[in-house]
């Protein structure tokens, strides 16, 4: 088979069938062009992985690319890199996978299907254990909190959570399964800003009828043990960004009196995961939600809209294959600070850090394992 039949631009991929794959493994005959570029530009979900070191990302791509099935996966990762959208959408569409999304995102869907593909016909895994499993939790519970705001920023004014929404994603299935939500009756600014009114959506009777913060997050944890959350099925919670556990829920516990809930230390920053796995940068959720090919659902800045539009991401990052791990944890103490003089919200969660508590941290991770759902 010659190189030109296999990867012809445009028209090759597509017709690669499982026999010509096999036949392409045992004859080794694709030789890469310009590997180490395209080996660098192709980085595995292990190696990527938010927060690796880099002695961890070093040691995982010795061991990644010792086959040489990698070399002819890198080869074709980068005829991919040179399709335009509409090619990547023939090819698609030839596999019968989906064409929703951007550019960046159809490339990582077709690169994933050969990658996959080429493993499981070469008879080999991938060679990281962290690359083993990609859905490691039975649920996911997705937050984004609204707080108190003025138009302009006050250092003296203390934000306090006002909408408190949860969207339960079970991972096995890639489906919604229930929402939770409640206002919350602010104590240090009882009257909401006009702009805070306008942002959020969120009147002064929302907040004036709702219980304390303390009553809706004993609401929230009664909801998560009625769904045997950390008991039969283990979770774990995913964001928008830094800021909902690491400043509002933080700063939250600490204006009631009340300890950070355990189960909260460690999260998801979807934002991280999204910008690592389709090689994009950090973007904001509404960009996020356009290149994954839909249009936000909702009012922006509504808790419970924002965190169904962020459950929509991840069923697409599932879809494609995605491994969504904690990637984030809280910074406990005196926060270290940026540059400007802010601290930083949260901490990197490593993989070395990740491996050390996956299945055990046990407020996340049932101590039996967890049954099909």
Known sequence: MGEENLCGKGQIIDSISIDEIKEMIRTDTIEPQNENKTVEEEKTDSEVADGATDEETKELKEREYSHPVYKQIAFLNGKINSYSKAELIKNLKMLKLDTD????????????????????????????????IRILFDFYVIIDYEATCELLRNSDFKQEIIEFPAVLLNCQKGEVQDEFRSYCRPVLNPLLTEFCTELTGITQNDVDTAPLFTEVLTSFEEWLQKKKLGTKYSFAIVTDGPWDMGHFLKSQCALSNIEFPTYCKYWINIRKTFSNFYNTGKLPLSTMIQLIGREFQGRAHSGLDDARNIAFIVQRLLKDGARIIFNEKLVEGNARRRDDGNPFFSAPVHNTEFKAIQGKFRPNFPQRKSSKV
């Open 101 to 132: 999304g951007s550019r960046s995102v159809l490339a990582k869907r077709l690169k994933t299907f050969y990658k996959k593909t080429m493993l499981n016909v070469s008879g080999i895994q991938e060679q990281t254990g962290s690359s083993k």
